[in-house]
């Protein structure tokens, strides 16, 4: 790969989500902007072997994006009201180019465009997830178990949504801000979610977008100081981001949270995180980020010499139930349970979900099987292994669920 590809790759990979936002904010068009950008990528995949990477390659991509635009609204001959703006914004884009300074951030307001109330709601978090964080139409489409077709139909619709009706690629006025923060919020957590799979960043699609996350994650705590949940999810992201270093070994091996060298986490996200969740305390307004945070920082006390305190995880869990009464929160209360009470009190809380919602919960069965095991229910226990390991789509975590299987006696 020549100098000029790899500084291509590395500009998509780092400020797709700034260009485009930066281009919709101005054209009121995502998908033109989206086919823009994508034209002036390839003309750099052109051109700058043969001319030489430009000094600032982002602003030589807003303006080669910007006169795409342009070009595309002349050959549509028509009055089109944008157009003037787009002349002007070629302008702006070039002068960006011409200027020292870094072209604005424009991220936030895209996110709060996609959370907009004329947006289906269920085609808001894909669509951040996409236009934002630069995550393809499949790889969302797994994430909310829906076919790809009709994924990238759901979100050309809300592009178009977007063009027709008008909407503003801004932060929302104060009035219209709660309704929208905590799809923004989803959004901004699930495009974690979609990196966290990846431990060692070996997927080229999925680099970068944790750190992506977090600053997304940083700048709406900044922009909403008095928002609880917004600094709970800050705080939630950087303590699940300390500990990436520790998740697996040197081969690649799967490292169970308790068995985690603390030594590998980074003590000043977690310090960080700390902070996030005091200032969070401090507003009293409880949520389920804060909720999740705070049961990590038990954990995270470890680094510090002090042992998990199982009882305060279970009871944060129960919060948590009350707050969002998922199975995922419903299992960890067992497993929690199960530490700090015996097996059993956590097999009788695995208990009393419904087989409908358990089936192919992948979590649930491990634990399960984990309870089982040490309650000394051997047989009953490698069913359960079994069970998880057949769900378990990491073949890290598969191989440590059949280690754990092959000890049963």
């Known amino acids: 790969m020549t100098n000029a590809e790899q500084t291509v790759e590395q500009v998509a990979r780092n400020s797709y ?25 390839l003309a750099a995949l052109d051109q700058w072997p043969r001319d030489g990477v430009p000094q600032k390659p982002e602003a030589w991509l807003l303006t080669a994006a910007r006169r795409r635009m342009i070009d595309a609204t002349r050959r549509r001959a028509t ?14 884009a070039q002068r960006a180019a011409e200027s020292v300074r870094d072209f604005p951030d424009e991220r936030l307001g ?16 894909p669509l951040m997830l996409q236009t934002v964080l630069g995550l393809d139409a499949a790889r969302i489409a797994g994430a909310f178990l829906v076919a790809p077709a009709a994924m990238s139909q759901r979100l050309v619709r809300a592009k178009t949504k977007i063009r027709v009706a008008g909407v503003p690629f801004e932060i929302p006025s104060v009035r219209e801000l709660p309704e929208r923060v905590e799809a923004v919020m989803e959004a901004i957590y699930a495009a974690y979610g979609t990196a966290w799979d990846d431990a060692f960043g070996t997927d080229a699609k999925r680099r970068g977008v944790a750190e992506e996350a977090v600053w997304l994650a940083r700048v709406l705590a900044e922009t909403m100081p008095e ?8 705080a939630l992201m950087l303590f699940c981001e300390s500990r990436r270093a520790a998740r697996r070994s040197a081969t690649g091996a799967f490292v169970p949270l308790d068995k985690q060298d603390v030594s590998l986490w980074s003590e000043p996200m977690i310090v960080e995180a700390e902070r996030a969740l005091r200032t969070a305390s401090a507003l009293s307004a409880p949520g389920r980020f804060q909720v999740e945070a705070a049961i990590q920082s038990v954990h995270a006390q470890r680094l510090f010499g002090a042992p998990v305190r199982w009882d305060a995880v279970a009871m944060f869990y129960g919060s948590l139930v009350a707050i969002a009464p998922t199975v995922g929160a419903y299992v960890g209360m067992a497993a929690a349970l199960g530490e700090a009470r015996g ?3 956590g097999l009788t809380a695995l208990n009393g979900l419904h087989d409908t919602d358990i089936a192919d919960y992948q979590p649930y069965w491990a634990v ?6 040490h309650a000394g229910r051997a047989p009953e226990a490698r069913v359960a292994y079994d069970r998880a390991i ?20």
């Open 110 to 125: 895209l996110l709060f465009c996609c959370a907009h109330p004329a947006i289906d709601e269920a085609a808001r978090t």
């Open 17 to 41: 989500g700034r260009l485009i936002a930066y281009l919709a904010a101005r054209s009121r068009d995502l998908a033109a902007a989206e086919d823009a950008l994508g034209d002036a990528f």
């Open 79 to 92: 009055a089109d009201a944008a157009f003037p703006s787009l002349e002007l914004a070629a302008l702006d």
């Open 390 to 409: 057949h769900l378990s789509d990491d073949s890290a975590v598969r191989s440590f669920l059949l280690a754990q299987a092959a000890t049963l006696s």
């Open 227 to 234: 928002n609880a949940e917004a600094h709970g999810l800050l």
């Open 368 to 373: 399960r099987a984990h309870l089982l095991a």
């Open 343 to 345: 097996p059993d009190t």
